[in-house]
């Protein structure tokens, strides 16, 4: 909601805690764990990219996969940027062939999109940046249509934040909602999902998504989609807790790996409390 300022509360928080440990303070370095922030959305891009593996049979067998990562029709105004980056920011990075679409004006932070072209280079991928949800379909393995706030939206919504400027707020939510309402064709439907490769791509949200005709009038994708991809979705999502406690043992231990061979040949049992 605070863009420019939840990322680098954070990093202020994890310096501090570093110069605690330095200084005897804190016996242990605690662990901060980055669960959104305006940036970045770090444990969902882990998750996704954890069932991806999955799926396609290790991250290695990502390279040269098309991945759209697409702006959605949605009938709210303000969902944050962090998912799309923290997706293009990750996919770059394992020689993905990365496509990003969104109408004119929907631009996400321009740091983070040339941060993802130049990872994109380096391993050997793709990136491209088109302003059709059709072209960005064709061909595509996987498919993630999402709905965010314009990177422009977001910058005037942070002082009426902080000035609590309840009518300022307001006035920005009507324009945004008109303006939303221009791409309702941007929607994840059967016909474009046809477009994908064999017309089988993988669809993918963070969730929770906007289905048409179930959660509202009009949203990201068509019930049909999403019913198919139903029990995807919900797997996709099911990584998310062992991401984040993945992250916290390699914050807290310094043989994560040892550790865990220890409670193996430990071999407790945990009992389950009916």
Same mark, same amino acid.
């Given at each position: ?73 949605? /009938?709210?105004?303000?969902? @944050?940027? %962090? +998912?799309? *980056?923290?997706?293009?920011? =990750? ?53 993630? /249509?999402?709905?965010?706030? @314009?990177? %422009? +939206?977001? *910058?005037?919504?942070?002082? =009426? ?114």
């Amino acid at each position: 909601m605070y863009l420019g300022e939840g990322d680098t509360y954070q990093r202020e928080v994890a310096k501090s805690l570093d110069e605690g440990v330095k200084a005897g303070v804190l016996p242990q370095r605690p662990a901060v764990i980055n669960l959104q922030s305006d940036i970045d959305h770090p444990t969902q891009a882990m998750a996704d990219f954890l069932h991806l593996a999955n799926r396609y049979g290790g991250l290695d067998k990502l390279k040269g996969k098309k991945i759209a990562m697409t702006w959605a029709y949605s /009938p709210s105004y303000g969902k @944050p940027l %962090s +998912v799309p *980056q923290g997706i293009i920011g =990750l996919a770059s990075r394992f020689g993905m062939d990365v496509v990003l679409a969104h109408p004119e004006g929907y631009d996400l932070i321009p740091d983070v999109v040339e941060l993802s072209k130049r990872q994109a280079a380096a391993s050997g991928g793709s990136f491209r940046h088109v302003s059709s949800m059709d072209e960005a379909f064709k061909d595509a393995d996987i498919v993630y /249509p999402k709905s965010w706030a @314009p990177f %422009s +939206v977001m *910058q005037q919504r942070v002082p =009426l934040l902080h000035a609590n400027d309840t009518a300022g707020l307001k006035d920005l939510e009507k324009k945004c909602l008109e303006n939303n309402a221009r791409f309702k064709d941007w929607e994840c439907t059967e016909e474009k999902m046809k477009l994908t490769k064999g017309g089988k791509a993988l669809y993918m949200h963070c969730l929770p998504a906007d289905i048409t005709d179930v959660s509202c009038k009009a949203g990201e994708v068509a019930a049909s989609v999403f019913d198919r991809y139903r029990d995807e979705t919900y797997m996709e999502a099911s990584y998310k807790p062992y991401i984040i406690a993945a992250m916290i043992l390699l914050c807290r231990t310094k043989d994560p790996a040892g550790t865990l061979e220890s409670l193996v040949k430990r071999g407790t049992k945990r009992s389950a409390l009916l």
